[in-house]
């Protein structure tokens, strides 16, 4: 009886650091998103103000490509902040991160357009990407083996959380282009009120540094310090296999994120011809459905399996992506977008869940900040920072509005092959 009572005590005593933990790590990760989010969601607008040009195409594809470009950097943060992680604990790396994060989005909310400054607008908006992405490429790897690093069974259900963050940062970025393209006009929009996420942003920004001021790491004593002197240099030399697995598994996920979520406003507008707050509301529903349902899908992973979660959710995907497409172009209207919507929120969540926590699965504890970092950057420089250029590129060369479905479709078929590889042990070095 009195064991009892004490087991219960520790737990209930045992809830309150670990919520708070949860938030400490959310929050970065749903400011970056946010901030992402915001980008693509005002791009059309965007590519008017920084990026003005004789073709609407051309300009829309010089946007894009300023969002991919800058996710170069997404890797080499990955590294660097991964190492400072790996060196010196995940909570400076967290704080790091966030720090650069806040400086690139006031630049973003506050510098001029290329009307008043000229060639220094699309200069400095680059600048500021490449800041956000670099500091986000040290916020996955951090966050996620701060997560998983914690005495607790619920590996997937912990780390889920870093990707249900990105679903609430998706919902507020998504209420955000919403409330604005309803409540003001084209003129004001472009004149102001592209500006007002990332402010919202700034305001978010203290209050995730405080929080994560007040958390304990979780890097482990002296007895990995060895490893820990050269954690990018341990991971390239010995981890090779890892890193190209944990790229190819992210690879549906992430084209999926920035294709039927990051890219589907613009999609909308230019090839749906539908009001922009019909994208916006669409996406509102995709974001709820995430930051509900992945951590629930991660509880249902740590109990009955991850891979299998992650390969029912890759098949159906490859299975309906047409379809869905197809449907949507034909019968283009608010109620289909949201049906397709809704279908990719629940595959998303279904995979997501268990993600994190294979990922940092793939990495030993001396390196698995960086591990974590650069595999997982890898597969969003390639998979997703360039997907809403890319897709932009395949309309306009083709002229074919089904390309982006394509594009998914090899995207599943690559995962469904690294899940395999992964769940039977097929990689050297795993």
């Known amino acids: 009886m009195d064991s009892t009572i004490i087991d219960d005590n520790t737990r209930q005593a045992d809830t309150k650091p670990m919520r708070r ?50 996710y170069v950097f997404r890797p080499l943060g990955a590294l660097l902040l991964g190492r400072y992680a790996d060196r010196h604990g995940r909570k400076a790396a967290l704080l790091a991160a966030l720090a650069l994060t806040t ?63 990105q679903g609430m940062s998706t919902v507020l970025a998504s209420c955000a282009g919403l409330v604005l393209s309803t409540q003001l006009s084209a003129a004001q929009i472009e004149s102001w009120g592209w500006r007002m996420p990332f402010v919202f942003g700034l305001l978010v920004a203290p209050v995730g540094l405080y929080i994560r001021k007040h958390i304990d790491d979780t890097l482990p004593a002296e007895k990995e310090g060895t490893t820990r002197k050269a954690p990018v240099r341990e991971l390239l030399a010995h981890s090779k296999g890892r890193i190209l697995l944990a790229a190819g598994i992210m690879a549906v996920s992430t084209a999926a994120s920035y294709l039927m979520i990051l890219y589907m406003p613009t999609y909308a507008v230019k090839q749906l011809h539908l009001p922009a707050s019909t994208g916006f509301a669409a996406t509102v529903v995709t974001g709820l459905i995430l930051m509900i349902c992945t951590p629930m899908m991660g509880h249902l992973a740590d109990r009955y399996g991850r891979s299998r979660m992650m390969v029912g959710s890759a098949l159906l995907t490859l299975l309906t992506i047409y379809p869905c497409f197809a449907w949507l172009l034909s019968s283009a209207s608010f109620a289909v977008l949201m049906a397709i919507m809704v279908l990719a929120g629940v595959l998303k969540a279904i995979y997501f869940g268990p993600l994190a926590a294979v990922l940092s699965s793939l990495f030993p504890t001396s390196v698995r900040s960086t591990g974590l970092g650069f595999s997982y950057n890898i597969g969003v420089m390639v998979f997703g920072g360039f997907t809403p250029w890319l897709v932009t590129a395949m309309i306009g060369a083709t002229h074919d509005p089904l390309s982006p479905a394509f594009y998914l479709m090899a995207c599943a078929v690559l995962s469904l092959a690294c899940i395999g590889l992964y769940h039977f042990k097929l990689v050297k070095h795993i």
């Open 21 to 70: 933990l949860i938030v400490a790590t959310s929050i970065g990760n749903a400011l970056e998103w946010f901030d992402f989010a915001a980008y693509g969601f005002f791009a059309v607008t965007l590519s008017k103000l920084f990026f003005p040009a004789h073709d609407e195409t051309v300009s829309l594809l010089m946007t894009f490509g300023t969002f991919g470009l800058s």
């Open 103 to 165: 400086i690139g989005t006031l630049i973003c909310a506050v510098i001029p357009t290329y009307a008043q400054i000229g060639l220094a607008a699309p200069i400095g908006l680059m600048l500021a990407r490449i800041l956000i992405s670099f500091s986000t490429g040290g916020e996955f790897g951090s966050g996620t083996a701060l997560m998983i690093e914690q005495k607790s069974q619920r590996k997937a259900f912990l780390s889920s959380w870093q990707f249900s963050s």
